[in-house]
């Protein structure tokens, strides 16, 4: 029980300082831009995780896969705006 409070109080630290780090951002960049970095660093850890175990990318649901990437897009953009307009 300790270790899951532990967890939970590392990843609310961790949204706060990715919060702060956007706020920041947003003075010098446009909300597109710090979604496109912070994306290009999740694509790449995945890339090289998916290489050194040795999956492949290839689905039998791609129609899924783009409606969750489009949902997903739409809820990063609208917490990047947010939290840049604060």
Known sequence: MVRQSLWMLLATFLFAV??????MASDFYSVWEI?????????ALCGVILRQ??????????????????IGTTCITLGV??????
Do not use: D, E, N, Q
């Not at 290839?58 to 489009?70: M, N």
């Open 35 to 43: 979604i496109f970095y912070r994306s290009l660093f999740g694509v």
């Open 81 to 86: 705006y947010t939290v840049s307009g604060l």
């Open 53 to 70: 175990k040795h999956i492949s990318l290839a689905t039998a649901h791609p129609w899924r896969h783009f409606i969750r990437c489009a």
């Open 18 to 23: 990715v919060a702060l780090l956007v706020k």
